[in-house]
């Protein structure tokens, strides 16, 4: 069965560094997400990549973070700053065309910034 | 603005009883709804939606989910839990007249099934 990858399962990072989480959507799917989880509770939409732009993002998604999808097959999620608030499991997903489609996910980076 | 609630923090069944795990939701138009479950240390699954059709839907696992649109409800139902079903179920709505670009997550509720 397709899967969605996430790379890497876990990155420590010092607080004001970079990081870039990798993600490698299901090869037929066109639209494409990242979420993210704190404490294992509310996932909480962070944005929503169609035809190479942004379609929608949330407040969380502020000038520290933005996505790229750099060939055709990753995708990316980069937080240029980061602080101690944004550790927590991130989740790529992704899902068919047509807007009834249930979303792939995959199994997530915990990223912890120390 | 789209949003989605899940009143229940936990719930706890005995196996081979009847499950129930209860979702509210709030859209401005036709709401598409899902249901997704987590075990630990992995991804979230879809286990089934309702997007138009018969009120009661059938997905992954024996579950299945009612769809209510006057009590603006979407809960997930089993007609037998397993021990296997213990796990984090998230319900989630997408509002098609929104754009239908984000799809929204309850808090989760935790199911717990005793042998």
């Known amino acids: 069965e397709p899967e969605v990858t996430q790379t890497p399962s876990h990155q420590v990072t010092q607080m004001g560094q970079e990081v870039i989480l990798r993600c490698v959507p299901i090869?037929?799917?066109?639209?494409f997400y990242w979420y993210r989880q704190i404490l294992g509770q509310k996932v909480e939409f962070l944005v929503s990549f169609y035809n190479n732009e942004i379609s929608e993002k949330s407040e969380i998604f502020d000038d520290q973070f933005s996505v790229e999808r750099p060939d055709g097959s990753n995708f990316t999620l980069k937080i240029r700053s980061t602080k101690l608030e944004d550790s927590a499991m991130y989740f790529c997903?992704?899902?068919?065309?047509?807007?009834?489609?249930?979303?792939?996910f995959g199994s997530g980076t915990r990223l912890t910034v120390v | 603005a789209q949003s989605v609630a899940q009143p229940e923090d936990q719930v706890n069944v005995a196996e081979g009883n009847p499950l129930t795990v209860k979702c509210t939701y709030s859209v401005s138009g036709n709401p598409y709804l899902f249901w997704y479950v987590q075990y630990p240390n992995r991804g979230l699954q879809f286990l089934l939606k309702y997007i138009t059709g018969d009120n009661l839907v059938k997905g992954s696992y024996g579950f299945e989910a009612e769809f209510n649109k006057s009590q603006t409800s979407f809960h997930l139902k089993k007609p037998s839990a397993l021990v296997s079903d213990s796990a984090l179920y998230f319900c989630?709505?997408?509002?098609?007249?929104?754009?239908?670009?984000?799809?929204?997550f309850g808090a989760g509720t935790r199911l717990f099934v005793k042998a």
């Open positions: 090869s037929n799917h066109l639209y």
């Open positions: 989630a709505v997408r509002d098609m007249e929104a754009g239908g670009f984000k799809t929204i």
């Open positions: 997903a992704s899902r068919e065309t047509g807007s009834g489609y249930g979303y792939t």
